[in-house]
């Protein structure tokens, strides 16, 4: 099954239910074919939450690649009890299908499944 994110490509947009890994690229290069990024890399972040264990401090990790950042998000959820795993990209193009697809609109609250 594949994964479907939520995401937003505000910086201002916080899910206070969810682990989010962001998603960034300090080069960008432009090509005749297009905008092409270089190296990606990310970070996880989650709010102060009441967790399984009590209260869990707000905390980020890394910048890690970005496959290893989704998976220690996932991991996180269920360790902590948070809902969700929500993306955050400094620019859409960086998202790579590999990892999973991004809802059909932006926005950390919308509904994310494309079948309705």
């Known amino acids: 099954m ?5 995401w937003t490509e505000d910086e201002d947009e916080v899910a206070l239910d969810a682990v989010t890994v962001g998603i960034r690229s300090d080069t960008r290069i432009l090509t005749v074919a297009g905008l092409q990024f270089g190296q ?21 990790e890394g910048p890690m690649p970005v496959q290893s950042a989704l998976e220690r998000a996932e991991r996180l959820c269920a360790q902590h009890d948070f809902k ?3 993306v955050w990209l400094q620019h859409q193009e960086l ?6 697809q991004l809802a059909l609109e932006p ?4 509904r994310t499944d494309p079948n309705g």
Do not use: N, T
């Open 2 to 6: 594949i994964r479907i994110y939520s």
């Open 84 to 86: 969700r795993v929500v």
């Open 40 to 60: 990606r890399d990310a970070v996880v972040y989650y709010p102060e939450w009441q967790g399984k264990g009590g209260l869990i401090p707000a905390a980020m």
């Open 107 to 110: 926005g950390l609250y919308r």
């Open 95 to 100: 998202w790579d299908a590999r990892w999973g």
